[in-house]
């Protein structure tokens, strides 16, 4: 997917990331894919059960006849139907889900995601991800709703938005205690690239460098400490940011990256 050739085939099959293994009829439509590494072991069983037709989408969907209301059907094909054609031919399963009185309730939030995310797209009007996020309950299914609606500002090129919205995603993240380093590096990250809301990002960038303990590797901590850089440089804090690199060379002395980095920044000073 990465050369010129191949960019048509994997837009047609929606292949984001590799490793992915489409797996198609005699005709070239598909039938099921394995997304990601497994272990020989565990591939060789999936592609066993694919080639017997065990829970491919055309056995979901001939299954489905005999059992409508069979939410673990539902659920299994609207999630290959949207891996391979997309959200808007996943959404019959998706509304079926969210009509069924028995289903659970984080699969019942799911389908309603997946609905005002449908709507929000076909109107290109974020309206109804923003009135499910601030409906919804679910500490299970709102992050992805804020990832949903952050996206979607993206796409529009809607920078103040997108920022707004990353960091109330952050903070709703903070508040059930569910942030990682990594999370709040990509959020500290991000608002250095729309030079918004740096302040915060400084504040999250160093609750991401001190979760880290001394049995991290330097490697990590180096890649979140030059975020700490960037933010400070954006900031206009330049002998803070290349003190920062200073210490992101320490970690990682061979790695030239972090020198280019002090190098940009005193060349702003």
Known sequence: MDSTQNKELAQKFRVS????YIFVDEEGNEIDRIVGYMPPAEYLAEMTRIRNGINTMPDLVKRLQDEPGNVDLLVSLAGKVES???LKAAMTYWEM????ESVEPLIHSTAALKMALYHANENNDPETLVSFINNETSTEVL???YEALRRFYRGLKDNAAEAD?????????????KESPGFLNGYAWRMTELELNLDNALERVNQAIAMFTDKDAARDKAQIMDTKGEVLWKLGRIDEAVAVMDECIKL???????????A????AS
Do not use: H, W
């Open 97 to 100: 889900l969210f009509a069924l």
């Open 252 to 262: 990682q002395p061979e790695d030239n990256y972090y020198k280019e980095q002090k």
């Open 264 to 267: 940009k920044f005193l060349s």
């Open 17 to 20: 990331g590799i490793p992915a």
């Open 165 to 177: 919205t990353y960091r109330r995603y952050v903070d709703f993240m903070s508040g059930v205690q």
């Open 143 to 145: 992050p992805k709703a």
């Open 84 to 86: 391979a054609t997309g």
